[in-house]
């Protein structure tokens, strides 16, 4: 090292034999350095830091069936799981279209797609939501395969300069595109206590919506900890000691979901989405769409069923496919998730 070379950045120091928060866990932050931290984590069933372990994949493959030649379409694309399983199936001669919504996380995904060999004559990477689907379908020709998978990344949800969870101390964003639109924070401002109940009750089934909105409300609420604070509030008054350990985190997981999907306007965009999706898929077109809460899940089979009863779509699950009880158990952010299908005549 040179004397005119800039100083080394020294890695993040943290109390203790193992770093606790986001930003201290180098290793597991630096895949291609520290490969075998990476290995320690998932043989833990957890998730490294700053990654995503794609759920499902057997079962989205033996559903969409990728054949050499086709062209498919990842409509929320996230850390690119799902996309490096299916591209090498789609060769030769096929090709696949990624997108999402998310700034940040978006360039990262598609460098590391790149550095796989997948050039752009096979990977179209474009920065969009739903309602771009019209202007894909003209550009692709239409699409043999969709998927779609509702869920948040992890990367997203571990970061706590994203505020996505309670877990984590930062500021209570929730934004998928935080370029855009009212954070969390600004949200829950403009609320009152009426308007707080119905956005729980109807965003995440909340049982105890009328007791967190009546100590949110009014409050100054910044960051996910001044909200999960006022949650563990609420529900202490409302249950008793011995079950409100195991109540407040679901509450906690309801209450920033409920406020996470009104930030994001997420059930307006999925019924934009299943509105255009017949329309983009080729004849035999297959579509699979993992979601991980009722509000999603109902609005899938809803659009489904309606589509078969109409001949739109020539059969669709019967029933929604499960993670196995292995992967649960590997990866317990599988646990919610649900996997329909549908197919074009």
């Known amino acids: 090292m040179s004397p005119d070379d800039p100083p080394r950045p020294r890695r993040p120091r943290y109390k203790g034999t193992h770093p606790r928060h986001f930003t201290e866990k ?5 895949p291609g350095q520290h490969a075998a931290e990476q290995e320690k984590v998932l043989a833990r069933g957890h998730t490294p830091a700053g990654t ?22 990842d409509a929320t694309l996230g850390y690119g799981g799902h996309t490096r399983e299916l591209l090498p199936r789609l060769l030769p001669g096929g090709r696949l279209f990624g997108v999402d919504v998310d700034p940040l996380e978006l360039p990262r995904t598609e460098a590391r797609l790149r550095d796989l060999g997948f050039g752009e004559e096979v990977l179209m990477v474009r920065r969009m939501n739903f309602a771009g689907l019209p202007r894909l379908e003209a550009e692709s020709g239409g699409f043999d395969l969709v998927l779609a998978d509702l869920g948040v990344s992890s990367m997203q949800i571990d970061n706590p300069a ?15 595109n935080p370029q855009r639109g009212k954070s969390a924070a600004e949200l829950l401002a403009t609320l009152d206590e009426s308007q707080l109940v119905e956005l729980l009750v109807e965003n995440a089934d909340e049982p105890h919506a009328v007791a967190i909105a009546r100590v949110v409300h009014g409050q100054e609420i910044r960051t996910t900890r001044d909200l999960a604070e006022r949650v563990r509030a609420a529900l202490h008054q409302e249950l008793h000691e011995t079950e409100r350990d195991t109540e407040t985190k679901k509450s906690l997981q309801r209450t920033f979901q409920a406020l996470r999907i009104a930030v994001n306007d997420e059930f307006t965009v999925l019924d934009q989405f299943l509105s255009l999706l017949p329309g983009v898929l080729n004849p035999g077109g297959r579509v699979a769409i993992l979601t991980f809460h009722s509000g999603e899940d109902r609005r899938v089979k809803k659009a489904f069923l309606q589509g078969l009863r109409e001949g739109t779509y020539a059969a669709v699950a019967p029933e929604p496919i499960r993670a196995s009880p292995e992967e649960r158990r590997s990866n317990p952010r599988s646990t919610s998730a649900k996997l329909r299908w549908a197919r074009l005549p």
């Open 52 to 73: 995503h372990r794609s759920i499902m994949v057997d079962e989205i493959l033996a559903v969409l069936a990728p054949k050499p030649g086709e062209v498919a379409l």
């Open 162 to 176: 994203r505020g996505f969870t309670w877990k984590a101390d930062g500021p209570l964003d929730l934004r998928l």
């Open 26 to 30: 180098y290793k597991e932050l630096s």
